[in-house]
């Protein structure tokens, strides 16, 4: 008698972790080189007394990332880099190499080029760019080349994966790929500009929006169908 509650369960269920998807969406529309995400379902179909028909459920499979880039905007900021084709830069962290597309860059006491978390930027020869107490300009060319008017200092280090959507977000604009690297030939680098999130507002508003009436419809399906049971449940004890 209850079956039809646990499928009305697991779709409440799982709209309830679309809500939080679309939730760190919106969180994230003026964040950096962040990458807006979809939930996956399927339908999961069981047989819970083994003998009876089967029952259909939902079941969340997982998250599809939207992997296009997001506007460019100008900053004239020297070390502010956009990456307007494929790939991501790597950065050292004391778990090992990560990846971001976020490209609003700084330099830290040691005068090394960094992110907006403090994280060293890697370059080719997975070294960190210093930047000369002495140098007065700072130039990065359409390769990822850096140097200043003293000479090159390295070259951006932009790489990609075969299946991106593999790889974990680790918040702050950063992923981890359990994958080999794959060099990026022509990295297509703008200096004095940074890339946006590409999350459309309106679209995850409206989004929103669906998933909560969505929600509140199922909840009145829960309601009524257990003032139905509950009725039944009252009538066959008085016939009893």
């Known amino acids: 008698m209850e079956n ?24 994230n529309m003026n964040t950096t080189g962040f990458k807006s995400q979809r939930m996956l379902f399927l339908e999961y179909m069981e047989r819970p007394d083994k003998q009876g028909d089967r029952m259909s459920f939902v079941q969340d499979y997982g998250l599809l990332r939207n992997t296009e880039a997001g506007p460019l905007t100008v900053t004239n900021n020297e070390l502010d880099v956009a990456l307007r084709g ?23 006491s040691n005068r090394e080029v960094v992110d907006h ?16 107490a002495d140098a007065k300009d700072i130039h990065i060319a359409g390769d990822g080349s850096v140097g200043t008017e003293a000479g090159p200092l390295g070259k951006l ?16 604009g950063l992923y981890e790929a359990n994958q080999e690297e794959i060099a990026v030939e022509q990295p297509e680098v703008t200096q004095g500009t940074i890339e946006g999130s590409n999350v459309q507002s309106v679209v995850e508003m409206t989004q929103m929006i669906d998933v909560l009436r969505t929600y509140q419809s199922v909840q009145k399906m829960i309601d009524t169908e257990h003032e139905r049971i509950r009725g039944a449940i009252g009538k066959l004890a008085r016939v009893q």
Do not use: C, H, W
């Open 4 to 27: 039809s509650l646990y499928i009305t369960l697991s779709r409440q269920e799982a709209l309830r972790r679309q809500l939080d998807v679309v939730s760190n969406n919106i969180a």
């Open 117 to 132: 978390s403090g994280l060293p930027l890697m370059d080719t020869n997975n070294q960190r760019i210093v930047v000369p």
């Open 86 to 108: 494929e790939g991501y830069f790597a950065v050292e962290t004391l778990s090992g190499t990560r990846y971001t597309r976020g490209g609003a860059f700084q330099l830290n």
């Open 157 to 172: 280090k932009v790489v990609t994966f075969a299946d991106q959507q593999k790889m974990m977000e680790l918040g702050g």
